[in-house]
């Protein structure tokens, strides 16, 4: 069965600063690997995903995410944040064969001061 | 767009009453999910479905059941809601490997 880590709980950023969000997966098969976030109050929604191909995707609001095959990861960077990017942040695997199963990670709380 | 409703936005029952959680969507998906968030945990499967009548048990099922007679409706069971199982749940809906979220239904069991 697949699972997913984010090893980061909460993260606190000035605005400017970088993002890096750390994602990692176990799933011995190919996968297809998602961001979602989650603003206060609000439900999930879609950041980016990745299906196939190039393994740098862009998504909306300035977010990217790279996929390193041998390194399980698929971070999630922003070059600059803002304060509306204050949200909580899930990776999410789902295999690419069998039952398709979206399995989440534990999710990153993200704050940004202004 | 895809659209993926949840009966209730909030609910409040109290302990030992059976709980009946609805969702639909109106896209002829054959996956459905149910899952809830609890703070620090993320989002946990409790239970999936990829046809009608067919399901599959998530990574916490215990203390829930489901049922899909129509493939358009998936609906969450408690069957004695307990204090533990207060909580954000999450309904969902994919045709193959995008999936779509509800609303949510946050849960207050007393």
């Known amino acids: 069965a697949q699972s997913v880590s984010q090893h980061n709980h909460h993260v606190i950023l000035s605005e400017a600063a970088s993002l890096e969000l750390g994602c990692n997966y176990s799933y011995g098969g190919t996968v297809n690997l998602f961001w979602y976030v989650q603003y206060p109050g609000q439900h999930l929604q879609l950041l980016l995903k990745y299906f196939s191909g190039d393994p740098l995707v862009k998504g909306i609001k300035g977010f990217e995410a790279e996929f390193i095959k041998s390194k399980f990861s698929f971070n999630l960077r922003k070059p600059s944040v803002q304060w509306s990017d204050t949200a909580e942040y899930f990776c999410a695997v789902i295999p690419n064969t069998g039952f398709q199963k979206l399995v989440f990670g534990t999710g990153t709380r993200l704050l940004v001061s202004p | 767009d895809v659209k993926v409703t949840q009966s209730s936005r909030y609910l409040v029952k109290r302990t030992g009453e059976k709980v009946f959680l609805e969702c639909v969507q109106d896209?002829?998906?054959?996956?459905m999910f149910w899952y809830r968030q609890d703070p620090g945990l993320g989002l946990r499967l409790i239970y999936f479905s990829y046809d009608v009548k067919m399901k599959e048990k998530g990574d916490i099922p215990e203390g829930y059941s489901v049922s899909r007679e129509k493939k358009e409706r998936f609906s969450l069971i408690l069957e004695s809601a307990s204090t533990n199982q207060t909580s954000m749940y999450l309904c969902?809906?994919?045709?193959?490997?995008?999936?779509?979220f509800g609303q949510g239904t946050r849960l207050t069991v007393v």
């Open positions: 969902a809906s994919s045709p193959s490997r995008t999936v779509v």
């Open positions: 896209m002829d998906h054959e996956n």
